[in-house]
């Protein structure tokens, strides 16, 4: 059973205008959460996280939106640039339990 | 400060052989982990560390065995490759318990034919 899910396999985006990136999650016993991105070859990479106790977060052209009632969290990034092509995984986690669970990334294209 | 290594990057294996891959962090982190990643699948977790001398096990562990016998290293074995074991194997270390994001190694292509 897949606890963190990713149901848009890839997106893509015009330069400049937002991307957003969707992940849903059925354990209501998260209750933190990361995004990372990873390109070809290499590890992934983190980006952004938010815990529980907020709805919101920022990091420059990055945002983490978290609703608990509806058990999503979306990834926001504005503006989308090329450089931002990459597939980018949500991961989550419950304290004490040392593992995250990660959905199964979305490729994001950003086209020039 | 090189982060998180892993040695070697590709190998190829034939059913049955055994290796072991090595992961190194000069971060002084406590937690290790492997992954692995799959196509459509994300990472899955296979084991992990929360310390030197400690083990335990993540989603998919059968075929895999680990050791921390050193803080910095985490090795993870293959005794007997399958095919089944064909994927990308990532290493990851944080510093602390599950609060802290994950600082991943570049990892590793294995094959088994």
């Known amino acids: 059973d897949q606890q963190v899910k990713q149901n848009s396999p890839s997106l893509s985006v015009q330069e400049g205008r937002i991307s957003i990136l969707n992940c849903d999650y059925t354990?209501?016993?998260?209750?933190?959460f990361l995004w990372y991105k990873k390109y070809p070859a290499e590890g992934p990479t983190f980006l952004i996280s938010?815990?529980?106790?907020?709805d919101k977060n920022e990091d420059g052209r990055f945002t983490v939106f978290l609703n608990k009632s509806a058990k999503h969290l979306s990834l926001h990034i504005v503006p989308s640039q090329p450089g931002d092509s990459a597939v980018y995984f949500c991961?989550?986690?419950?304290?004490?339990?040392?593992?995250?669970?990660f959905g199964t990334g979305t490729r994001l294209k950003v086209l020039a | 400060n090189a982060g998180v290594t892993q040695t070697p990057k590709f190998r190829v294996l034939k059913t049955g052989q055994s290796m072991t891959l090595l992961c190194a962090q000069d971060?002084?982190?406590?937690?290790m982990y492997w992954y692995r990643q799959d196509p459509g699948m994300g990472l899955r977790l296979i084991h992990y560390?929360?310390?030197?001398?400690?083990?335990a096990k993540g989603e998919v562990p059968d075929g895999y065995n680990v050791s921390r016998l050193k803080k910095q290293n985490f090795l993870l074995g293959l005794e007997s490759a399958a095919p089944s074991q064909t994927s990308v194997y990532f290493c990851?270390?944080?510093?602390?318990?599950?609060?802290?994001?994950?600082?991943f190694g570049p990892g590793t292509r294995l094959t088994v034919t």
């Open positions: 971060m002084n982190h406590e937690y």
């Open positions: 990851a270390s944080s510093y602390s318990i599950s609060v802290y994001e994950q600082y």
């Open positions: 991961a989550a986690s419950a304290i004490g339990t040392y593992k995250y669970i």
């Open positions: 354990n209501s016993m998260f209750d933190y």
């Open positions: 938010i815990s529980s106790i907020k």
């Open positions: 560390s929360v310390g030197e001398g400690t083990t």
